[in-house]
């Protein structure tokens, strides 16, 4: 089966610095989501992408956050200066459509550590 | 704003054992009712989902879960937990017109003792 992959795995980053993490849709997807979960917390929407654009993104994604399909396979989250708080797993998501008809296929996430 | 909650932060259960885990979620209308699962390691898998019809429905890995609507639930039931089934579950909810955006709920960890 088909799968989200995400890397790294796991990522340390010191505040202030900046940091991409990468996924790799499934192939025939269009439509592409981050989620992310602080320890302990909700699991939390940040931003959904499609057609190169965002179609929606919360409160949480600001100017410090940036998403990018630099080409035809990888879809990636850009922080651009790294805060304490940022520190979460990051989980990266796809589907077919933008109903609820096709479910969210979620990659395993790549933990953020900033220190 | 729509909110999942899921009281239960920790659960433990014998193997062989049933098992039910609760959600409840508060919108105007019915939202779109989901529960994933995940195992350690791995991303959010989907067990089942409610959007419309029959009340109880079926998912993969023996799961099912009842929409109730009266008491705004969707809880999650197995008749007799497997060791693998130990995990994190998360019931979730997207609104009509959401384009697939979920909102989660805390999350129940699954400890099987066997």
């Known amino acids: 089966e088909p799968e989200v992959t995400q890397t790294p795995s796991h990522q340390v980053t010191q505040m202030g610095q900046e940091v991409i993490l990468r996924c790799v849709p499934i192939s025939n997807h269009l439509y592409f989501y981050w989620y992310r979960q602080i320890l302990g917390q909700k699991v939390e929407f940040l931003v959904s992408?499609?057609?190169?654009?965002?179609?929606?993104k919360s409160e949480i994604f600001d100017d410090q956050f940036s998403v990018e399909r630099p080409d035809g396979s990888n879809f990636t989250l850009k922080i651009r200066s790294t805060k304490l708080e940022d520190s979460a797993m990051y989980f990266c998501a796809s589907s077919a459509q933008s109903s609820y008809n096709s479910p969210l296929h979620f990659g395993n996430g790549t933990r953020l550590t900033v220190t | 704003a729509q909110s999942v909650t899921q009281p239960d932060i920790h659960i433990t259960v014998s193997e062989g054992a049933s098992l039910e885990l609760r959600c409840n979620y508060s919108?105007?209308?019915?939202?779109?009712l989901f529960w994933y699962v995940q195992s350690p390691g791995q991303g959010l898998q989907l067990l089942l989902k409610y959007f419309s019809g029959d009340t109880l429905v079926q998912g993969i890995k023996g799961f099912e879960a009842e929409f109730k609507r009266s008491q705004s639930s969707f809880n999650l039931r197995k008749p007799s937990v497997h060791w693998s089934d130990a995990a994190e579950y998360f019931c979730a909810v997207g609104l009509t017109g959401g384009g697939n955006k979920l909102t989660f709920g805390t999350g129940t960890q699954l400890k099987v003792e066997l």
């Open positions: 992408f499609y057609n190169n654009e965002i179609s929606e």
């Open positions: 919108y105007g209308a019915t939202p779109y």
